[in-house]
């Protein structure tokens, strides 16, 4: 049976370290891009043309103008699993903003941009060859078929093979300094003989944090049991700027931090200023301004826009009552005025 969209994609659960082999088998280690993720079709016969769908099923070729002309390079009947990433030339390095832009342009907006931030799809997984489905073979062999169909096809730019090793070592080594590069943040941790089951989290991600510190401007919940905590830094010109949050806090911290909170005094810098409960959504939270004067240890991953703005939660380490809010990093440039 042929593969049409929508297709669900199989999906990732995160984790804390690399799963055990023990239960799993032999694991693959595979690089994690900060791009969208997209499953590509190209048609069965000499009719039609290349289709993106987006994990949530829209389809999006029309706004990447440089896959269609390429299309060209693939056989017919195929469906490749990947993430799309975009590469912004003037910055440089791969960039999430830039993704966006690519994803909401239409038409000769679309072309424009192609060329000063041309986008690439980052092949993973082959779900369909020569229109026949692979969803039932085990990851080794569809890996082995994706690696042929590169070699024998000398697919390039804007194809690319994502990098995969079943070596350990090798995949510490992509952590501790890939991560370092703007566009990569982490591992996926995958087991060699699983099978790909639609919609399905049998998958690991797995992504470099670093700890740091942020001062804590609001929170949800109360003043003696915050919930979450909505954290800034100071900007060039030490205006409190917000960067993120935090995820729910556990009955200990939130008993500690919320003995050393006081209400914000009248002049708070995000007077008036809107929050959502996630990067990117339209859900407003309620929160309780707090005196920007505590500091907090937090574990974040990587994902990080150029205005300094944590994309995914971060996580409360501990409070820093020895530090003040002039030791914590201070912003390089000034986020947008909300955070997510």
């Not at 007077?271 to 996630?278: I, N, Q």
Request: aromatic share 8%.
């Amino acid at each position: 049976m042929t593969l049409r969209p929508p297709v669900e994609p199989m999906l990732a659960q995160a984790v804390e370290s690399v799963p055990g082999s023990g239960v799993l088998g032999e694991l693959a280690f595979e690089q994690k891009f900060d791009g969208y993720r997209a499953l590509l079709f190209t048609p069965t016969g000499t009719a039609g043309r290349l289709l993106v769908q987006t994990r949530r099923g829209t389809l999006i070729q029309d706004r990447f103008p440089g896959l269609l002309t390429a299309a060209q390079q693939l056989p017919a009947g195929l469906v490749l699993d990947g993430e799309l990433v975009v590469w912004d030339q003037q910055a440089g390095q791969l960039s999430f903003e830039a993704l966006q832009r690519r994803a909401a342009a239409r038409s000769r907006t679309a072309r424009g941009l192609a060329t000063s931030l041309p986008a690439y799809f980052i092949a993973f997984d082959i779900l369909q060859q020569d229109g026949t489905e692979l969803l039932n073979d085990p990851y080794r062999q569809r890996r082995a078929r994706l690696e042929t169909l590169f070699a024998t096809h000398q697919l390039s730019s804007p194809w690319t093979l994502c990098p995969m090793t079943t070596h350990l070592d090798k995949a510490q080594e992509w952590l501790e300094s890939w991560t370092d590069m703007s566009g990569v943040e982490g591992l996926v941790v995958k087991a060699m003989n699983q099978p790909y089951r639609t919609g399905y989290r049998g998958w690991y991600k797995l992504r470099r944090r670093n700890t740091t510190e942020a001062i804590i401007g609001a929170i949800t919940g109360t003043l003696t049991r915050p919930q979450l905590l909505l954290l800034g830094r100071h900007d060039p010109h030490n205006h409190l700027r917000p960067i993120g949050r935090t995820t729910p806090l556990r009955p200990e911290a939130a008993h500690l931090v919320g003995g050393n909170l006081t209400a914000a005094d009248p002049g708070h810098p995000w007077t008036g200023l809107r929050f959502t409960s996630a990067w990117g959504s339209r859900d407003v939270l309620d929160v309780t301004l707090v005196h920007p004067d505590l500091v907090a240890e937090i574990s974040a991953d990587t994902a990080v826009d150029r205005g300094g703005v944590y994309r995914h939660p971060v996580r409360f380490k501990r409070l820093r009552l020895d530090v003040t809010v002039d030791d914590v990093p201070r912003l390089r440039a000034c986020p947008a005025a909300a955070a997510g």
